[in-house]
Antibody, heavy 119, light 113 residues
């Protein structure tokens, strides 16, 4: 059974960098059949896919155009986890952030991290 | 980006009655590898992450009651709950996973009448 455990600060100041980490159990971040995604949810934007990282003989990442200039998703194979960094945040980035495993469907979700952007 | 248009925004149905939620994709989400549509339905209860109910437009996930079913016609998709139970009160989302960015519908809030 795959489990995703999220961690990260709940409050970030405007213009700073938001960081959330997702620890994986029951699978490997280096799996060659899964992708590791970040999705956020807010009342104004609904459910929004932000990006993913995955390993297929080498590491790759894809990002949503809306955040492409500000986002980085990185794997950490030594800790079997992956992380989201979103720079230059504004109050519009206030949302619940979810890490999600995709393997022929988005079956496994973290519990979510509410991140508030406020001074 | 593929736009997912979901309707209605909200729906009130009596317990034991049928609930129907619709979703339309702005372009085909058919995967040529298995000739199936890359369309998923999720259920979200307050304070919880979305839960995958139906994958590939009509494949019910393990453990999902058989009163939930998904159907498709081209780029039109439907989630049907045949006999509404109290525990089905939630928000339902459709999602395409054909190609990134993976996009969701705006959600349908299902309540009891």
């Amino acid at each position: 059974q795959v489990q995703l455990q999220q961690s990260g600060p709940g409050l970030v100041k405007p213009s700073q960098t938001l960081s959330v980490t997702c620890a994986i159990s029951g699978d490997s971040v280096s799996s060659n059949s899964a992708t590791w995604n970040w999705i956020r949810q807010s009342p104004s934007r609904g459910l929004e896919w932000l990006g993913r990282t995955y390993y297929r003989s080498q590491w790759s990442a894809d990002y949503a155009v809306s955040v492409k200039s500000r986002i980085t998703i990185t794997p950490d194979t030594s800790k079997n986890q992956f992380s989201l960094q979103l720079s230059s945040v504004t109050p519009e980035d206030t949302a619940i952030y979810y890490c999600v495993r995709q393997q022929a469907g988005f079956h496994y979700w973290g519990r979510g991290t509410l991140v508030t952007v406020s001074s | 980006d593929i736009v997912m248009t979901q309707s209605p925004d909200s729906l009130a149905v009596s317990l034991g009655e049928r609930a129907t939620i619709n979703c339309k994709s702005s372009q085909s989400v058919l995967y040529s590898g298995n000739n199936k549509n890359c369309l998923a339905w999720f259920q979200q209860r307050p304070g919880q992450p979305p839960k995958l109910l139906i994958n590939w437009a009509s494949t019910r996930e393990s453990g999902v009651p058989d009163r939930f079913s998904g159907s498709e016609s081209g780029t039109d998709f439907t989630l049907t709950i045949s006999s509404l139970q109290a525990e089905d009160v939630a928000v339902y989302y459709c999602q395409q996973f054909h190609s990134p960015p993976y996009t969701f519908g705006r959600g349908t809030k299902l309540e009891t009448k």
